[in-house]
């Protein structure tokens, strides 16, 4: 049995109908969380929710909302504490990709829009309303501690997803701000994922695969990654055992960020 280290604690988590928000939202659940599950997914959303009120007995509070649209953040925010009575972790996690392949000077206005108002833009939001609130907790030694991902691709920038990899390197930056601004009483961390296979990619492995195979990717430990993986990374950054830990970015993607090959090989025709 997991050890019950959230009992009485609220998680929300954005992104939570599908890939690493789902696996984090069960992880959580199983260690006592009371849990907000926010998307805008909403078929798939009811789906996860009843899929975890069923394995762990507790009841878990569903939220639709585009996390680019204030409004709707804002009073997304406001419901959570109203139902959950506290928000102890943020898993600013929810994020998408568009226009793979396009070149940078030629991608189109709306899918630069829509992908920085997304992943970047709409991380911020969710960080301006949840954290406010978070700090007036009484919890102690910490009042909160805030998990954003950000993605391999914002620290190794891809040319294959120009948006994508500005968004989350924007993420990387919006994490450091944020610790500085929340310490000592909240911690904000970053997780950068690699390749897993989730609905980002549709949870196609040929798609993945395709993708690391126009980066010319090696993973030095050889392996795709798992949905898994990245929950216990998050089941860290969420334990007191991470309690000295702020404002950092960690790579969790078989070692491709530091000893592996990214995906910025330039093809050069001279
Ligand atoms: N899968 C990977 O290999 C990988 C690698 C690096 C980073 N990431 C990042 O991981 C995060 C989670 O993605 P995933 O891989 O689990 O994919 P996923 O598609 O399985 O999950 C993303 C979830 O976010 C939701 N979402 C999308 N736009 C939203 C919006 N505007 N408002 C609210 N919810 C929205 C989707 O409906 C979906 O349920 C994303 O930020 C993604 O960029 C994934």
Known sequence: ????????????????????????????????????LVDLNAEKL?????????????????????????????KMADQAFEEIGNVYILFNNAGLATSYGV??????????????????????????????????????????????????????LSPFVPAYSISKAGVIALNKLLAKKLA????????APGYHLTGIYGYREDIMLQSMKDGHVQTPLNRIGTIEDVVKLVLFLTSSKSDFITGHCFPIDGGIAEVGVPSHRLEMNI
């Not at 762990?56 to 409004?71: A, L, T, Y």
């Not at 911020?124 to 909160?144: A, I, T, Y």
């Open 1 to 36: 049995m997991p050890n019950k280290y959230l009992e009485g604690k609220g998680a929300l988590i954005t992104g939570a109908a599908s890939g690493f928000g789902k696996g984090v939202a069960f992880a959580l659940a199983e260690r006592g969380a009371n849990l907000v």
């Open 46 to 74: 009811e789906e996860t929710s009843n899929e975890i009120e069923k394995k762990s007995g507790k009841q878990v509070s569903s939220i639709i909302c585009d996390v680019s649209d204030s409004k709707c953040v804002k």
């Open 103 to 156: 070149d940078i000077l030629k991608l189109g206005e709306k899918a630069w829009d829509r992908t920085i108002d997304v992943n970047l833009k709409g991380q911020w939001l969710v960080d301006k309303f949840v954290c406010r609130k978070m700090n007036r907790q009484s919890f102690e030694p910490l009042k909160g501690k805030v998990i954003h991902t950000t993605s391999g691709y914002g620290i190794t």
């Open 184 to 191: 000592p009483n909240i911690t904000s961390n970053a997780i």
